[in-house]
């Protein structure tokens, strides 16, 4: 299952433990004054299982661990 939305939504679902993957797409542009992914959700551990990307977007793979 996936689920999409902004950082809020995120953050619920990570703080919740209901999410097993994290896929990252970063692209190397500023909107606005920008919104912090993981500020207030404790105690993650995330490890890096593939990382990809070109010059206009970086594609991160993060399986969440205990």
């Known amino acids: 299952m996936a689920i999409a939305g902004g950082a809020q ?10 999410i097993d993957e994290l ?7 500023v909107l606005g004054a920008g919104e912090r992914l993981l500020d ?3 105690g993650l551990n995330l ?4 990382v990809s990307g070109t ?3 970086t594609h ?3 399986r969440l661990t205990n």
Do not use: F
């Open 55 to 57: 010059a206009l977007v």
């Open 47 to 50: 490890e890096p299982t593939e």
């Open 60 to 62: 991160i793979r993060y």
């Open 9 to 18: 939504t995120a953050r619920q679902y990570l703080s919740a433990g209901l």
């Open 23 to 29: 896929r990252l797409h970063i692209a190397p542009i």
């Open 40 to 42: 207030g959700v404790a």
